[in-house]
């Protein structure tokens, strides 16, 4: 994870840094910008950015776009965000985003929760008074936030039951999940964490998940609606993502975002007189989240999906050039953190004729924010997780990951193939090789049914790949 050096700073901090310098030179463009990034080093931007867009999409659950791959799909805002930092690097700023921009959703969550909990003991009372009957109805609440630790069954049963009507139908609402410790995410719980896993990577596309078991009620399948933010430390992201399992895919559909060092440098002094009890960026971040958590429906963003295409074509072209097979993979899905971290900043921002019209204008400027995201998400991908893609192409080059070829052909035997002439008979097999008649029958017969030679005419082979296996 070292990169090189240049002026006693790791390279991944400086890129950080020219990226915060790009995030403060928008922050007079976008609503919350300068707010959710207040009392944090330039190169710390690019971490309050995804964070702060995980909360405000959060918000925005019910609203949807069309994406460029199978457009006739309505897409949702998801997000999966890790911060990434030693202890003691600032991590806490998303704690404080969180209670802000999350609030109103954690203000109804412990509604609901205050009424399963009167349930319950309902429930308890009359299980114990030995009353006949039913007892108490169950009630579903609308409880939306979990913490890392909690069952599976309560966590898919909140899930189900969180639902709202917008334009007539259905639709479920997002999960929202945050834990200042990565690691706390990690552990055994009640039930084991596999099943979250899971849940985390088909979250990333709304895919559909389910579950039966032998003493508990079944169940339909469901799709999974999360969105979650964890700050941890490197070595709790390195035992969450590694070489052993960088294959299941979630590497890919995380924004892990990297915290700088603080290098010595104290933070700003600050006093209550100062700041008050209730700063006004607060009072902003909370004003534009009762904003957002009202709005729904489908977003007219084409002009943006137009451009996250334009720069995946762009990376593709750049992938190929360099015969990059890790680029390849890593820019796929970076157009999706494009399209969801942007999106709330920019409906603030033409927020006037998106409530008159429905309509957003989107222009340059937010055509420039949605590349610079772009540009993020692929370079922390590359600095957190390429070396991983890098020996997971090299293992598999050499046969350790993926299927395994039946048998492979001695060193004796691939002379032999190259030694033949492009069109042959087993008469020249037997001339040029030193094999006798009948083997030599045998050996075209083995060549022709694992598609290494064709007949041409009676009696003649083509060879059609250079070479054995």
């Known amino acids: 994870m070292t990169e090189t050096t240049t002026h006693n700073r790791p390279l991944i901090e400086q890129k950080l840094e020219h990226f915060g310098n790009e995030i403060l030179r928008l922050m007079s463009d976008y609503p919350c910008l300068r707010e959710i990034c207040k009392g944090l080093e330039t190169a710390a931007y690019p971490a309050a950015l995804f964070t702060g867009a995980c909360f405000l999409g959060t918000l925005m659950t019910r609203c949807s ?31 404080r985003l969180y209670n802000l921009l999350a609030g109103l959703i954690i203000r109804v969550s412990h509604q609901g929760m205050n009424a399963m909990n009167r349930y319950k003991r309902k429930y308890s009372e009359w299980e114990h008074s030995g009353q006949k009957g039913d007892g108490p109805t169950k009630p579903k609440p609308l409880i939306r936030v979990h913490p890392a630790r909690n069952s599976n069954k309560v966590f898919i049963e909140d ?12 639709l479920h609402l997002h999960m929202l999940s945050f834990d200042t410790e990565l690691s706390n995410s990690i552990r055994l719980q009640s039930e084991a964490w596999n099943s979250k896993q899971v849940m985390e990577l088909k979250a990333f596309h709304n895919e559909e998940d389910g579950e039966c078991f032998v003493n508990s009620l079944l169940q339909p399948a469901f799709n999974v609606y999360w969105n979650y933010v964890y700050t941890g430390t490197p070595m709790a992201l390195e035992t969450k993502v590694n ?13 892990a975002i990297p915290m700088p060092s603080t ?3 104290m933070m700003k002094r600050e006093t209550l007189e100062e700041v008050g009890l209730e700063p006004e960026e607060d009072k902003t971040l909370r004003m534009w989240a009762e904003r957002l958590d009202k709005e729904y429906g489908e977003l007219p963003i084409e002009k943006l999906v137009h451009e996250c295409y334009e720069w995946t074509a762009r990376r593709m072209a750049d992938a190929k050039d360099d015969d990059s097979k890790v680029e390849e993979l890593l820019c796929k899905r970076v157009a999706y953190y494009g399209i969801n971290v942007t999106v709330p900043f920019i409906v603030m921002r033409h927020w006037d004729e998106w409530k008159q019209h429905r309509s957003l204008s989107i222009d340059d400027t937010d055509l420039y924010f949605c590349q610079l995201v772009c540009n993020i998400q692929l370079c922390c991908q590359n600095y957190f997780f390429g070396n991983y893609w890098e020996s997971y192409f090299r293992m598999q080059e050499q046969g350790l990951y993926g299927p395994r070829q039946e048998r492979h052909y ?51 082979y083509e060879k059609v790949i250079l070479d054995l296996m």
């Open 159 to 170: 899930m189900n039951n969180a639902i709202d009507i917008v334009d007539g139908e259905e």
């Open 65 to 95: 776009y069309r994406f460029y791959h199978r457009p006739e799909e309505l897409r949702r805002l998801n997000y999966g965000v890790y911060i990434i930092g030693d202890p003691g690097s600032g991590k806490s700023f998303a704690t």
């Open 243 to 255: 070489q052993r399992n960088i294959g299941t895919g979630l590497a890919t559909r995380l924004a």
């Open 263 to 265: 290098h010595f440098r």
């Open 410 to 460: 001695s060193k004796k035997m691939k002379l032999r193939y190259r030694s033949l002439p492009n069109e042959f008979t087993t008469n020249d097999l037997v001339y040029y090789c030193g094999v006798n008649q009948r083997n030599a029958e045998k050996i075209v017969e083995r060549w022709k049914s694992e598609g290494y030679i064709v007949m041409s005419a009676y009696g003649l």
